[in-house]
Each structure stands twice: as structure tokens, then as C-alpha cells.
């Protein structure tokens, strides 16, 4: 019995010592210049698909857990779901009905990410295309940018060719305003003429 014991012993003990070595290596981390978010050259300039994914995106504004909720649940416009906890979302429906939603809420941050997403997008777009495309992107950029400001008070302004450790500048409502007006009153006249097609 006390053989098997420090058999057992012996062979932990070793397996022990075994780990520790293989596991007390010197990590010399090869820290890189930051990433850069290089938009497309002109071989690789954006097509019209890149244009058609930011259309798709308008899709989403209408849907049950996207703008839509966040601007009409929260004034009373939309009636939420009132029976037993499993159909408000555990309480989901109820912080935005009662304003009681903080920084984690599910809606709040899924909108966010899916809009300031949208409006790098057509920021990207609207400084690498040329012509027709970068006129409807900036014409898309303004919408998303209004949506933006309009829900949570803040848009941020990022350039597409910066690097990624540098901030992006962030305007109030009248600044988000001033900017949307002078980029639709420079695209409007680009933009072709409306067709009853």
C-alpha cells in the first residue's frame, strides 16, 4: 500500500516539476507598429457592392431590436410585450419603456455598434470612391450621422485613413447638424435627378 502511495506520489511530484519547467518560458513579446486601416487603392477601388452593403444596412433600422424600437418603444409610440418575464426579454422592454436603460443594455449598444459600423462604411466609401458612388455615400453618411446624433445625443467622426490608436472626434447635436447640412448641400447636386422609375 505504501508503495502504490509513493508511486503515486513520485509520479504527481514529477509531473509537477515537469509543467512548471514547460511552463516557465520567457515571453518576448514582438510589439508592432499599430494597425492602419488603409482604404483601397485604385485596384482595389470600392464597387457597387460596397455601396449595396451599406444600402442593406437601411434594412435593419426597422426591425424589432434595431432604431426603430430604441426611437418609438421609449415614446410610448410601440407597445411592448406585458405578460410574464419571459416575454419582455427579462426586463429588456421595460428599461427602455421606463427610461431605465444604462451603457449595457442589449438594444442600446447593438444599435450603436450597427450604426457608427454603417457610418464608417459610408465614410470609407466617401473617401476612396469617385463620382455617383461617393456622392450617394456621402449622402449616406449624413443620414446615418443624423440617426446617430438624434438617439444618443454624440457622433463620432472618425477619418477613414487614420490609424486606429488615434481617437475619433466627437460632435455635439449642433455640430452633427452643421456638418449634415454642408455635406448634403454639397452632394445634392451631384446626385442624379429623382425618375418615376
Request: aromatic share 8%.
Given at each position: 500500500m505504501k508503495t502504490i502511495f509513493r508511486n503515486r506520489i513520485t509520479v504527481f511530484l514529477t509531473l509537477a516539476?515537469?509543467?512548471s519547467v514547460a511552463s516557465c518560458t520567457r515571453l518576448k513579446e514582438d510589439l508592432r507598429d499599430p494597425l492602419y486601416l488603409n482604404?483601397?487603392?485604385?485596384?482595389?477601388a470600392p464597387s457597387p457592392s460596397s455601396l449595396s452593403s451599406v444600402y442593406n444596412q437601411l434594412n435593419q433600422l426597422p426591425g424589432q431590436y434595431g432604431w426603430h424600437a430604441m426611437s418609438e418603444h421609449t415614446t410610448?409610440?410601440?407597445?411592448?410585450?406585458?405578460?410574464?418575464t419571459d416575454w419582455d426579454d427579462f426586463g429588456t422592454w421595460r428599461k427602455l419603456h421606463?427610461?431605465?436603460w444604462d451603457g449595457?443594455?442589449?438594444?442600446?449598444?447593438?444599435?450603436?455598434?450597427?450604426?457608427?459600423g454603417a457610418l464608417f462604411q459610408t465614410t470609407l466609401l466617401a473617401e476612396?470612391?469617385?463620382g455617383q458612388t461617393q456622392a450617394e455615400?456621402?449622402?449616406?453618411?449624413?443620414?446615418?450621422?443624423?440617426i446617430v446624433a438624434d438617439l444618443y445625443g454624440q457622433v463620432q467622426h472618425r477619418v477613414a485613413t487614420a490609424t486606429v490608436d488615434v481617437l475619433p472626434d466627437v460632435y455635439t447635436r449642433s455640430q452633427a447638424c452643421?456638418?449634415?447640412?454642408?455635406?448634403?448641400?454639397?452632394?445634392?447636386p451631384v446626385l442624379p435627378a429623382y425618375t418615376h422609375a
Open positions: 516539476v515537469i509543467l482604404p483601397p487603392t485604385t485596384a482595389g410610448d409610440e410601440l407597445l411592448g410585450p406585458t405578460r410574464g421606463l427610461h431605465t449595457s443594455h442589449n438594444q442600446v449598444n447593438d444599435v450603436w455598434n450597427g450604426l457608427n476612396t470612391a469617385t455615400a456621402k449622402f449616406l453618411r449624413a443620414y446615418f450621422t443624423y452643421d456638418a449634415i447640412i454642408a455635406e448634403l448641400q454639397a452632394v445634392i
